[in-house]
């Protein structure tokens, strides 16, 4: 399975980003699907997954201001962000898990999303 992110830039705060990730391969074989990010000098951490039933989580820091959301007929992923802050900054991630856990076995090479002030 291939991941590919796209959609990250600059934008001003108060902005909106939508990113994407495309999926191929044996993508058919992926459960969950999610992003997680890492801001400069921080360690990687999630933001939200969604199952192939369209299931979502969200960690409490994406609540209110990320939606996740998946077109399984597209091999896609999403990660829509509104009301972007300059903590927002970081690079985005989108990941996969065959399994019905959350231990994402592949990864795409990343989006960088800065936020200005």
């Known amino acids: 399975v291939q991941l590919q992110a796209s959609g990250g830039g600059l934008v001003q705060a108060g902005g909106s980003l939508t990113l994407s990730c495309a999926a191929s391969?044996?993508?058919?074989?992926?459960?969950?699907m999610g992003w997680h990010r890492q801001a400069p000098g921080n360690k990687r951490e999630l933001v939200a997954t969604?199952?192939?039933?369209?299931?979502?989580t969200y960690v409490d820091s994406a609540k209110g201001r990320f939606t996740i959301s998946r077109d399984n007929a597209k091999k896609m992923v999403y990660l829509q962000i509104h009301s972007l802050k300059p903590e927002d900054t970081a690079v985005y991630y989108c990941a996969a898990d065959p399994r019905y856990t959350w231990s994402p076995r592949y990864w795409g090479q990343g989006t960088l999303v800065t936020v200005s002030s």
């Open positions: 391969g044996d993508s058919f074989s992926i459960k969950v």
């Open positions: 969604i199952t192939s039933g369209g299931s979502t």
